[in-house]
């Protein structure tokens, strides 16, 4: 059974950081792992992605220069580094993981690229 839990979501003011943490187990193989959010009455949107085994890193415009995703191989979890946080930033963050690249180069910006999710965890940036 694969199981994503993430933590580290919490109240911050304007400028303030937090610190996501997503821990993976149970899925067979690892491609690439991501964070998305969800805003009230918005639709689901990327926000960071790594490539497991190169480390390479995707953000998405909005949270460039300000969010850092990063990973440790050893215990298969995923962090999001958020500084300069914005009210806008304000939304239910999701840890997803893709098992499989079955190409070359594969997508990982979108949401149904993604085979598992977590739970999910509430950021609130006040103004």
């Known amino acids: 059974q694969v199981q994503l839990v993430e933590s580290g979501g919490g109240l911050v003011q304007t400028g303030g950081s937090l610190r996501l943490s997503c821990a993976a187990s149970?899925?067979?193989?690892?491609?690439?792992m991501g964070w998305f959010r969800q805003a009230p009455g918005k639709e689901r949107e990327f926000a960071a992605a790594i490539v497991w085994n190169e480390g390479t890193t995707f953000y998405a415009d909005s949270v460039k220069g300000r969010f850092t995703i990063s990973r440790d191989n050893v215990k298969t979890t995923v962090d999001l580094q958020m500084n300069s946080l914005k009210p806008e930033d304000t939304a239910v963050y999701y840890c997803?993981?893709?098992?499989?690249?079955?190409?070359?180069?594969?997508?990982?910006?979108?949401?149904?690229?993604?085979?598992?999710w977590g739970q999910g965890t509430q950021v609130t940036v006040s103004s």
């Open positions: 997803a993981v893709r098992e499989y690249c079955p190409g070359y180069g594969c997508f990982v910006t979108r949401d149904n690229e993604y085979d598992y």
């Open positions: 149970g899925q067979a193989s690892t491609y690439a």
